[in-house]
């Protein structure tokens, strides 16, 4: 009969395969392909995103296949399953996007219900996008058994050809402009075809400091993603020996009983609340980061992103607000020669990470390749402060996020132009309807009021594309910001509209004012008639009754609080 092996990794799973009583169990899974003697090593689950809809993470498959080896090659036994995601990219500015914050909640329930179910000895979770990486570090924060998350790498940036005959390296983002640029008559449908063509050029995530990149570098600075292994581009050849190193780095931490619970901690969300700031990085990192700490029971409040923010200078120079993408940052030395920038003057807790090294240790390591642009030094910053501003005000009185990477203007008093959806601001940008100055409100577009918080990327770009809206016009919503978005744009404002927030309030011609300097964010009427037009305020009706989006809409919390759902 079965008995089990003398390997300390093998803790949880000895309830699923050992002794006489669990040899149906045995049976089953021999009935799939694993042997009498894999059933006794440390059972390590493969928590994969793959899905063949989008870039991001249609490589996955390969990546899972180079963990498992090197699981294998440690001496476990790895089984893996899938779970779902979703492409912001592809649903941007359609009904779907709203699919894509919900979808974090259902990745991190479906990771920890298959994890639960089989009592798996650790976990690795490969995730390749927006919300699936913020959903896998939420789910091994709630289990609490070794593990860890690996990125599946960014995108390479496409060739686009130019008139004199040179490349141009493009993103996706050059693709949501075009479309701006397109509506407005300044390039056509040829011009437009081309961009479209060349943006993608094979697997990967979006390409810039984006929300993939940012949630993969805000992994490895919590030290629950593999520093440089996490950096490795989709297609590099070096990914396959990555994962497989990520592989037997798990087999590790499973032997030592390394937990999430000792790495992911107050300080170490505060390292990569620092990376974000210093990078450029989106501002889903602060719905993200806060949602991971709740999963933890750990304060954390949007001030403390602009307490942050203010003592961080900003010294990468990546896209959208700059130059350069994250191929060129793992290029340049990647984290860990930002962790050595940060070190220097002091903004780093010297937290454990997956590797068994602490973040001191392995920014030790760097390799930084001589005259790199792309991350400065503090002698040379892009900005005195980060690229995250924390606002409140009339409007915001729970606060709203602000990116200042990317754009000069620090002032802006312009009328409100009031849509109740994205697609009503988007018919307004295309039709040529919104004038330089203007401040587009949507709103309606919340966690509840939705639901789903979607992105406002389709609209964002499009107004970039404008050269004469690009630098005149302001955006707030209580919905989100792709991390593609640049510009002086306020999301997660809150409360939300649906919930009655001051933002349900404004009218077609308010004045509306950001300070960023003074952190406010104000319309510009009297205490008295704000109070009095909102006196009278009725949700609107729920747009979904039944599934998933409604069970989300009556669940999910303030934005200012990570929208979480439980």
């Known amino acids: 009969m079965s008995t089990m092996q003398n390997d300390p990794g093998k803790r949880n799973s000895t309830v699923l395969t050992e002794g006489p009583s669990r040899a149906a169990a045995r049976s089953y899974l021999r009935g799939v392909g694993f042997s009498k003697e894999d059933l006794h090593k440390p059972i390590i689950g493969i928590a994969n995103t793959w899905t063949e809809i989008g870039p991001c993470n249609f490589h996955l498959r390969q990546v899972a296949e180079a963990v498992k080896q090197g699981i294998r090659e440690a001496g476990g036994t790895p089984m893996e399953f899938n779970t779902v995601t979703i492409s912001d990219g592809i649903t941007m500015g359609t009904e779907g996007m709203k699919a894509s914050l919900i979808s974090r909640e259902v990745i991190a329930d479906s990771i920890e219900l298959v994890t639960r179910g089989n009592s798996f000895d650790g976990l690795v979770c490969i995730a390749g996008c927006d919300k699936n990486m913020p959903a896998a570090v ?5 289990l609490d058994i070794p593990g860890l998350m690996l990125y599946g790498g960014s995108i390479m940036p496409g060739q686009l050809r130019q008139p004199d005959g040179t ?3 493009i993103t996706i983002l050059n693709v949501f402009e075009a479309i701006g640029s397109h509506a407005a008559g300044k ?12 943006a993608c050029p094979g697997p990967g995530a979006c390409g810039g400091q984006f929300t993939a990149n940012t949630m993969a570098m805000a992994g490895e600075f919590l030290g629950i993603s593999p520093m440089e292994i996490t950096g490795v581009p989709a297609m590099s050849p070096e990914k396959a020996n990555a994962s497989r190193e990520a592989g037997r780095m798990v087999m590790d931490l499973v032997r030592k009983n390394i937990k999430p619970s000792q790495i992911l901690t107050r300080e170490s969300i505060e390292n990569a609340i620092t990376a ?7 501002t889903n990192a602060v719905l993200h980061l806060i949602a991971i700490a709740h999963e933890l029971s750990i304060p954390l409040t949007m001030e403390d992103f602009d307490k942050i923010s203010e003592r961080t200078p900003f010294i990468c120079d990546l896209s959208p607000g700059g130059k350069y993408n994250a191929k060129d940052y793992q290029e340049a030395g990647g984290s860990r ?24 240790e392995e920014a030790s390591t760097a390799h930084e390749t001589p005259n790199q642009p792309v991350i400065h030094n503090w002698s040379d910053p892009l900005k005195p402060t980060g690229g995250l501003v924390i606002l409140r005000g009339n409007l915001a009185p729970d606060g709203c996020v602000v990116k200042v990477a990317g754009h000069e203007r620090i002032h802006h008093t312009g009328p409100a132009r009031v849509f109740d959806s ?21 709103r309606y577009e919340g966690p509840k009021g939705g639901p789903g918080m979607r992105e406002m990327l389709a609209v964002t770009a499009a107004i970039k594309g404008i050269p004469e809206l690009s630098e005149t016009v302001a955006l707030l919503t209580d919905g989100r910001f792709s991390g593609a978005t640049r510009g002086l744009m306020a999301g997660h404002v809150a409360p939300e509209a649906q919930l009655g927030g001051p933002i349900a309030a404004v009218r077609e011609g308010d004045m509306i004012t950001f300070d960023i300097p003074n952190r406010q964010l104000n319309v510009n009427i009297s205490d008295e008639e704000l109070a009095e037009r909102l006196r009278n305020f009725q949700p609107r009706v729920p747009r979904y009754q039944r599934g998933v989006f409604a069970k989300y809409a009556n669940s999910v919390g303030s934005a200012s609080q990570g929208a979480v759902t439980s």
């Open 422 to 442: 994205e697609d009503l601001c988007f018919a307004a940008v295309e039709r040529g309807d919104i004038k330089p100055n203007d401040v587009c409100v949507i």
């Open 276 to 282: 974000v700031c210093a990078s450029g990085g989106s």
């Open 138 to 142: 939420m789910a091994l924060a709630r």
């Open 187 to 198: 390039i056509n449908d040829d011009q437009l075809e081309a961009v479209e063509a060349a």
């Open 337 to 360: 020669v930002l962790a050595q920038r940060l070190i220097e003057r002091n903004q780093l807790h010297d937290n454990i990470t997956v590797s068994g090294r602490t973040l001191r």
């Open 167 to 169: 490349n141009k390296e």
